[in-house]
């Protein structure tokens, strides 16, 4: 078994094609139908991923977020059929590990429930050196000793450079918001203006891919913010 | 012949102007006195002398066109016939018979030909004037005719303003209060042939400022008082018309004070423009009241498309579907397969629909403005490539764009929708080997985003339909381009709620090419 997952969700056809999705791959599917059976199951079942419909018939998901964050660490991919940038921005913020937007594919839908149990696993056992590096096709960047390699080769970068791209490489396949970004870096008192974050990237881009304009490593959500590219994307 | 540029000067030409006619008169006076003796001394006759004499005071008067010149005349002539042709030969005698009498009628003939004869010259000199500013305002109205836009109205009057004062001009626009627009022609020292130069020497700035500054204040204050304020070697004259203030326009006098007529002519011109400024703004007004009946237009057609594209891939996905359920186990599995791809297509398909007519709702009317942030138009275009490869893994682009950083004010979903929208269009019409081309391009104050496919292009006729007009191609093949009438109206939508343009043009040797362009903004 690959992993337990809590699916909320109340449409029937939806649950019926997630479940056997993940069934097929291994996975444990478990179904809440609303907010108070996922409040009890959450507690019952430990799952290790949870999907999180936003339209629940009882209670609306951003508050059912909320209410799971104060008591549980466990992973959330928030499925929406939503598809607004300030709300995704406002999800992450709320502590979502990921979204993904309705209607989705199936491999799709895969490599986000990967991705969210491998950065859950990478961050509880922080300090076991093997874990502190990003490798991603040409691109090696090793997060302890703040080194940058492409292709055998170091790359030169600033200081705010190299600290945007080491708090990606943190968090690889994971979507960083503009905000989260630029409070890290930049500290909270940056005016609200992300030029900075983005001419940065640029820069970033035109040092570490080949193509800027077809990039490999960085990826942008539109609206949203910046997902380094996934291990297993190569 | 008092041209506008011969008049600029008037001080010193005026002594010019003196010596010229005093020459004429001394000469003219000379010759008369020169015929007068002749005839005095071949026919021992004086009959003729008042005769000639009076010819030369309407010759003076009709060459000078001065009173002055006339009178003095009238003086020498009387004088001198006196003097020269009467006895005693070559000394005065006043006792004469009946000379108080020629005295005053010599004296009252002249002053009436003198008068008459300036009348006319003044008569001419003013029908020439008119003449020539009806000829000139025609030859503006003209020329207004194709000014579409307030700038190119400005530069009209500037032009023309300086040409008929033969001074630097500089046109003050005021929006807020804040002037964000000058224009000056330069020196008439330069040469003609050259195009005005639309620069702001620094030197002259601050001057202007002032001037201006004070004359649109006051405007405010006073809208009805008309007159042109007059400030340190500069003339700044509202351009005012049924109380509102189109800008203002300074002219630089330095020294040289206008000649009144200048002024006046100055003053008409500008008032000449105001009404084209007016006109042009009702236009505007119009043009706007158009576009949102065509917004209004824009989404009845949408509907209709809507339904119409929709309805299609949604046939498809019954029938498929309602196969399978009937048939089931009975069925060939590689039959089952494809009608299964048929089904997944189909949808996806009717996903990328409903994105467009989201993209759409959002932009609402033209009034309520959606939110426009500055973004990198690079991380936009990966993105939109990246969502076409989605549906298209096979899609083949080369994208070339410039070294620099582009950041334009725009909402990134919708752009990358007309970019995404352009790429899936020329994957499905382009069937080609040849990769489609992506170009970003700074272009001035635009950013020019072009796609272009190596396909067969499209017939002009259909051209003119899908991109011009807001309906979906003929009829006939309405289902081979299902979804670009929809598309492409979605496109252009999305584009001019940005202030920019979508065009699409046929390219020899290659096809059909898509190009849009968006404002960069002003700079922060």
Not at chain 1, 63 to 77: A, D, I
Not at chain 2, 186 to 209: I, N, Q, S
Not at chain 2, 213 to 221: E, F, G, L, M, Y
Not at chain 2, 469 to 480: F, I, N, P, T, Y
Request: charged share 25%; glycine share 6%.
């Amino acid at each position: 078994m690959n992993g337990n997952i809590l699916i909320i969700e109340d449409e029937d056809a939806i649950v019926n094609v997630l479940t056997s999705i993940l069934i097929a791959n291994e996975y444990m599917p478990v179904v809440a139908k609303d907010g108070q059976q996922a409040m009890m199951l959450l507690r019952s079942f430990q799952p290790d991923v949870i999907l999180l419909d936003l339209g629940l018939p009882d209670i609306d998901g951003k508050e059912l977020l909320k209410s799971f964050r104060q008591t549980h660490n466990c992973p959330v991919l928030v499925v929406s059929a939503r598809d607004s940038e300030q709300e995704k921005v406002e999800l992450l913020d709320l502590g979502a590990d990921d979204y993904i937007t309705k209607p989705f594919g199936t491999s799709e839908l895969l490599a986000r429930i990967r991705v969210v149990l491998r950065t859950r696993t990478v961050s509880e056992d922080r300090g076991s050196v093997a874990k502190n590096v990003y490798c991603c096709g040409k691109l090696h960047i090793d997060l302890d000793k703040h080194i940058v390699m492409l292709d055998g080769e170091r790359v030169h970068l600033t200081k705010n450079e190299l600290r945007i791209i080491e708090l990606l490489g943190h968090n690889p396949g994971k979507v960083l918001t503009y905000d989260y970004l630029i409070k890290n870096i930049w500290g909270e008192d940056m005016p609200d203006n992300n030029r900075i974050l983005r001419v940065n990237m640029a820069n970033i881009r035109r040092k570490l891919e080949e193509n800027p304009a077809e990039p490999q490593y960085i990826m942008t959500e539109i609206g949203v913010g910046y997902r380094m590219a996934d291990e297993s994307c190569f | 012949m008092t041209t506008g540029t011969e008049k600029k000067r008037k001080p010193k030409l005026n002594w010019i102007d003196v010596l010229n006619k005093l020459v004429i008169t001394i000469v003219v006076l000379a010759i008369a006195t020169a015929v007068n003796y002749v005839v005095v001394f071949l026919y021992q006759k004086t009959t003729n002398v008042s005769g000639v004499f009076l010819l030369s005071i309407i010759v003076i008067s009709a060459l000078t066109g001065e009173y002055f010149w006339g009178i003095f005349s009238a003086f020498y002539s009387i004088i001198a016939t006196n003097f020269f042709f009467f006895y005693p030969f070559f000394a005065f005698d006043f006792s004469l018979t009946g000379y108080p009498l020629t005295f005053l009628v010599m004296m009252a003939t002249s002053v009436l030909t003198c008068a008459l004869t300036v009348n006319m010259h003044q008569q001419r000199d003013k029908a020439r004037w008119r003449e020539k500013m009806a000829h000139l305002m025609n030859e503006m109205d003209r020329m207004l005719l194709r000014a579409d836009t307030k700038e190119e109205i400005v530069t009209l009057l500037m032009e023309n303003l300086h040409a008929q004062v033969g001074r630097p001009v500089i046109y003050l626009e005021n929006e807020n209060s804040e002037f964000v627009f000058l224009q000056e022609i330069p020196l008439p020292e330069d040469p003609v042939e050259e195009p005005p130069k639309r620069t702001v020497e620094e030197k002259y700035l601050p001057e202007y400022y002032r001037n201006a500054r004070k004359s649109i204040a006051q405007r405010r204050v006073i809208i009805d008082d008309l007159d042109p304020v007059h400030g340190d070697g500069v003339l700044c004259i509202p351009i005012l018309w049924q109380e509102k203030i189109f800008g203002t326009t300074c002219i630089i006098l330095g020294e040289d004070a206008l000649n009144d007529e200048i002024e006046r002519f100055a003053q008409g011109l500008i008032n000449h423009f105001a009404i084209a400024f007016d006109h042009q703004e009702l236009r505007e007004e119009q043009q706007r009241i158009l576009m949102e009946k065509q917004e209004e237009q824009l989404r009845g057609s949408l509907l209709r498309s809507i339904s119409h594209d929709l309805r299609t891939p949604l046939t498809g996905i019954i029938g498929a579907s309602g196969v399978i359920l009937e048939n089931g186990t009975r069925m060939q599995p590689e039959q089952q397969h494809k009608l299964l791809v048929d089904i997944n297509e189909e949808a996806h398909w009717l996903l990328r629909m409903i994105e467009n007519v989201l993209s759409v709702t959002k932009i609402g009317n033209r009034s309520t403005k959606f939110k426009k942030m500055l973004e990198p138009v690079e991380e936009v275009i990966a993105d939109s490539v990246v969502r076409c490869r989605k549906y298209h893994p096979e899609l083949k682009v080369t994208i070339q764009q410039p070294d620099e950083l582009l950041m334009i004010p725009m909402d990134p979903i919708l752009i990358r929708q007309v970019v995404t929208n352009l790429l899936d269009n020329a994957y499905r019409h382009g069937k080609s080997d040849k990769k489609i081309e992506l170009n970003v391009v700074q272009a001035g104050k635009f950013v020019e985003i072009s796609v272009q496919d190596y396909g067969s292009g499209m017939a002009e006729e259909d051209l003119q339909h899908v991109f011009q007009g807001l309906g979906r191609r003929r009829q006939q093949d309405a289902d081979s381009s299902r979804g670009l009438g929809l598309g492409v109206s979605i496109c252009k939508t999305i584009v001019e709620a940005h202030g920019g343009r979508l065009f699409a043009e046929n390219i020899e040797g290659k096809g059909l090419r898509v190009t849009f362009c968006l404002p960069v903004g002003e700079d922060e």
